[in-house]
Antibody, heavy 124, light 107 residues
Framework: QVQLQESGPGLVKPSQTLSLTCTVSGGSISSGSYYWSWIRQPAGKRLEWIGRIYSSGSTNYNPSLMSRVTVSVDTSKNQFSLKLSSVTAADTAVYYC????????????????WGQGTTVTVSS | DIQMTQSPSSLSAFVGDRVTITCRASQSISNFLGWYQQRPGKAPKLLIYAASSLQSGVPSRFRGSGSGTDFTLTISSLQPEDFATYYCQQGYSTPYTFGQGTKVEIK
């Protein structure tokens, strides 16, 4: 079955760029039936959607983060990545990657596969 | 952004109880809604997609219903492994948004 695994530094200094990669195994990231997303969760808070990418490279971002976020895909490695620039302590969170079900109408009705999550702390 | 509001924020129940959690969207989202279970320190797990379809491998005691703006997750007979936090999420438009969560605790 499809599995997702996040990787990247667990500690990032303020004002620097947070970089994470999600590796997809057991299936192809080029499948047209899914989007691929990043979601984060600060300690004790609700989940926050960061952005998504389609296999074509088309992206959508949360407007609250849009000026700082880039999501990219590398189909040859079956990976997609997140870059979040100019980080502050408010960006400290558990970061998840997830597979997003895409319907025929190009909307979504659920995120069916999640990575285990990786904790990123922003601190000097 | 579409706001998702869950109620209650927390509840206490006995094993075997029937539990109902509601989720309201700030505008109509048809049936583009998922329900998730999150245990402490773990990733969310999809229980219900398209508002009422049971995800593969999820026990049949979980049931989702609703359309438009009002949705419900029902656990017909609460089991010890069901004590967790539950979230709804809309996929109708970006940015995708989640409810604030409902924590289900043991009474």
């Amino acid at each position: 079955q499809v599995q997702l695994q996040e990787s990247g530094p667990g500690l990032v200094k303020p004002s620097q760029t947070l970089s994470l990669t999600c590796t997809v195994s057991g299936g192809s990231i080029s499948s047209g039936s899914y989007y691929w997303s990043w979601i984060r969760q600060p300690a004790g808070k609700r989940l926050e959607w960061i952005g998504r990418i389609y296999s074509s490279g088309s992206t959508n971002y949360n407007p609250s983060l849009m000026s700082r976020v880039t999501v990219s895909v590398d189909t040859s490695k079956n990976q997609f990545s997140l870059k979040l620039s100019s980080v502050t302590a408010a960006d400290t969170a558990v970061y998840y990657c997830a597979r997003v079900r895409r319907t025929d109408s190009w909307l979504s009705d659920g995120m069916d596969v999640w990575g285990q999550g990786t904790t990123v702390t922003v601190s000097s | 952004d579409i706001q998702m509001t869950q109620s209650p924020s927390s509840l206490s129940a006995f094993v075997g109880d029937r539990v109902t959690i509601t989720c309201r969207a700030s505008q109509s989202i048809s049936n583009f809604l998922g329900w998730y279970q999150q245990r402490p320190g773990k990733a969310p797990k999809l229980l219900i997609y398209a508002a009422s379809s049971l995800q593969s491998g999820v026990p049949s005691r979980f049931r989702g219903s609703g359309s438009g703006t009002d949705f419900t997750l029902t656990i017909s007979s609460l089991q010890p492994e069901d004590f967790a936090t539950y979230y709804c999420q809309q996929g109708y438009s970006t940015p995708y948004t989640f409810g604030q969560g409902t924590k289900v605790e043991i009474k």
